[in-house]
């Protein structure tokens, strides 16, 4: 072993630089200094094991390595503490102040739609109803001539939609008019005897005022029983609004209405449950339009793949929009998809 070499001093040396160091840069000038692979201080050692006797070799290059694991384990010891200082010192930071409360969460909220819809699901699948989807862009066959409404016919006028370029020769497709093409989807899908109802978005050439939107909402209802009845309608009808207006009990009327896929058709009326002195929901007639309704057309039970000699059915169509809106006294409908935020956070979870 060279007697001119002193390893425990050099290292207490390299270890005292390293504790010494006071920030990063100091840091890298003592790895610069005794670990850099070329102009470092355990290189210039390492190097001059060659020229040893062979039998110190071990022995030397033992030694060199230990000042240099030494001196990296105490650079990363002085690197740590150096980082909880500069941590601590951050913290206590006279601009920050940890009793302040934190920033608010922004939380999102439900759609009113949304809200009605699932609650709508609920009390119809407690009835045993299916709850279906059908395409938006539906063909023109299923929203219009299978619902036993002719291309010539006049009911097509009120429904007017927006016709898409067919992507198979022959076949139009429109944007649904309504949710009454489910129907037939429904029959031809389910076996009867089956319940099931279909909500979504529906789409109308229409100008838009404070009642009327090119696109809005509807959950269509659809029967398909041996023995089914009006009186099943309406029992039905009385039960669903009894849950969506939370009251007791509901008169309910009907009026006749025409709708070719049903026969007879009915408009279902229900004593307005908000009425005030000066009711504004009303307009003091006591009575709000609810919901279209009827005995599906032998017609359309055929168009459904279904024997109308043995199955009938009732259906109806619910304006999911229009609930909505009554429901939280909305009096426009075009705020229910103007993406207004505003708006939008009324119906936010009061816990903020
Ligand atoms: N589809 C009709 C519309 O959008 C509403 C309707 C009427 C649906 C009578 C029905 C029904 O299921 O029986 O105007």
Redesign the pocket.
């Known amino acids: 072993m060279p007697n001119d070499i002193d390893f425990a001093a050099l290292e207490a040396e390299a270890l005292g630089a390293a504790r010494a160091a006071k920030d990063e840069a100091d840091l890298r000038a003592v790895e610069r200094d005794w670990l850099d692979k070329k102009g470092g201080r355990v290189a210039a050692l390492l190097a001059r094991i060659p020229t040893l006797e062979p039998q110190m070799r071990r022995e030397f290059g033992g030694a060199a390595n230990r000042v240099k694991q030494a001196l990296e384990a105490a650079l990363d010891a002085r690197r740590t503490e150096l980082a909880a200082a500069q941590l601590h010192a951050d913290l206590s930071d006279a601009t920050f102040d940890p009793t302040l409360p934190a920033a608010s969460l922004e939380l999102g909220s439900l759609h009113p739609l949304t809200l009605v819809r699932r609650e709508l699901e609920d009390i119809f699948t407690s009835m045993g109803y299916h709850v279906l989807e059908g395409p938006e862009v539906e063909l023109e066959d299923y929203n219009f001539q299978k619902l036993n409404i002719p291309s010539d016919h006049p009911a097509r006028d009120a429904t007017d939609t927006f016709y898409c370029e067919p992507l198979v020769a022959g076949a139009s497709l429109v944007l649904r008019?309504?949710t009454?093409p489910v129907?037939v989807r429904a029959m031809e899908r389910l076996k009867p005897p089956f319940r099931a109802i279909a909500p979504g978005r529906v789409f109308r050439s229409e100008s838009t005022d404070a009642t009327h939107e090119h696109t809005f909402h509807?959950m269509?209802g659809l029967v398909v029983g041996e023995d089914v009845t009006v009186a099943q309608l309406v029992g039905t009808m009385k039960a669903f609004l009894r849950a969506v207006f939370r009251v007791d009990d509901l008169e309910v009327r009907l009026r006749p209405g025409f709708?070719p896929?049903?026969e007879p058709?009915f408009e279902l009326d229900a004593r307005c449950p908000f009425c005030t002195a000066g009711c504004r929901v009303c307009k003091q007639s006591r009575w709000i339009e609810l919901c279209?309704?009827?005995m599906v057309h032998p017609n359309v039970l055929r168009a459904g793949g279904i024997d109308p000699e043995r199955w009938r059915g009732f259906?109806?169509?619910l304006g999911l929009s229009r609930l909505v809106m009554l429901r939280y006294q909305i009096d426009d409908l075009r705020h229910l998809l103007g993406g207004d935020v505003q708006f939008l956070e009324t119906f936010a979870p009061a816990a903020r």
């Open positions: 008019t309504h009454s129907q509807q269509e709708f896929f049903v058709g279209p309704c009827g259906a109806f169509g």
